[in-house]
């Protein structure tokens, strides 16, 4: 499955922004979804993941009540709404796609099969 992310910018603290990540090549309602983040000069990490079928969201300490992921699977399309953005909430943020049938451990990187190229988000202060 291929995967581009998009809908990043230049924000300000407090504003919000949704990104949007669209999947093709296979039949993306198989797959769970994952958005991480990487920092200048930071590891990659966990933000929000959804299952296959949308039942079961798992969010990072640091985004919950703030961020939202959901997903149309008609549109092969997951999204990332992230509402009063921080300066920390500052990153390339990547999505991901899991193609195992367990919607477990979504949290880890290392069971995601295929990553999208990042969309950049900054958030001003």
């Known amino acids: 499955v291929q995967l581009q992310a998009f809908g990043g910018g230049l924000v300000q603290a407090g504003d919000s922004l949704r990104l949007s990540c669209a999947a093709s090549?296979?039949?993306?309602?198989?797959?769970?979804m994952g958005w991480f983040r990487q920092a200048p000069g930071k590891e990659r990490d966990f933000v929000a993941a959804?299952?296959?079928?949308?039942?079961?969201?798992d969010y990072a300490d640091s985004v919950k009540g703030r961020f939202t992921i959901s997903r149309d699977n008609t549109k092969n399309t997951v999204y990332l709404q992230m509402n009063n953005l921080k300066s920390e909430d500052t990153a390339v943020y990547y999505c991901?796609?899991?193609?195992?049938?367990?919607?477990?451990?979504?949290?880890?990187?290392?069971?995601?099969?295929?990553w999208g190229q990042g969309t950049k988000v900054t958030v001003s202060s």
């Open positions: 090549g296979r039949t993306f309602s198989n797959y769970n």
């Open positions: 959804i299952s296959w079928g949308g039942r079961s969201t």
């Open positions: 991901a796609a899991d193609r195992s049938w367990f919607a477990d451990n979504l949290y880890r990187s290392d069971k995601y099969d295929y």
